[in-house]
């Protein structure tokens, strides 16, 4: 079983940064597309960032992209967001996920797509 574990959100300020981080158990981190998405009380868990599992292909929806950055190091099993330019409606719980792929094409958009999921990790963005 592979357990995910988010670190590195917080309070900040309108215009700000983070860096999030999510450390990986395992010995198989390559092997697993991630994504990472957030959640607000009442709505669905929506996607902020997916990569592969080589890191050469991400994703990203028009909400965040040119503001957020993904990316991993499979040597250090862990998997980033770096988040820029911050706004009080990037305010939510941050969680990270990843799924088993056979192909370094593969990534997905869909929270029902993946298999792991870590505990997640609060962002608040003041304005």
């Known amino acids: 079983q592979v357990q995910l574990v988010e670190s590195g959100g917080g309070l900040v300020q309108a215009g700000g940064s983070l860096r999030l981080s999510c450390a990986a158990s395992?010995?198989?981190?390559?092997?697993?597309?991630m994504g990472w998405f957030r959640q607000t009380p009442g709505k669905e868990r929506a996607l902020v960032a997916a990569?592969?599992?080589?890191?050469?292909?991400?994703y990203y929806p028009d909400s965040v992209k040119g503001r957020f950055t993904i990316s991993r190091d499979n040597a250090k099993n862990k998997v980033y967001l770096q988040m820029n330019n911050l706004k009080p409606e990037d305010t939510a719980l941050y969680y990270c996920?990843?799924?088993?792929?056979?192909?370094?094409?593969?990534?997905?958009?869909?929270?029902?797509?993946?298999?792991?999921w870590g505990q997640g990790t609060q962002v608040t963005v003041s304005s």
């Open positions: 990569i592969s599992k080589n890191g050469r292909i991400t």
């Open positions: 996920a990843g799924k088993y792929v056979l192909y370094n094409s593969d990534f997905y958009v869909h929270s029902r797509s993946y298999d792991f």
């Open positions: 395992g010995r198989t981190f390559s092997t697993y597309a």
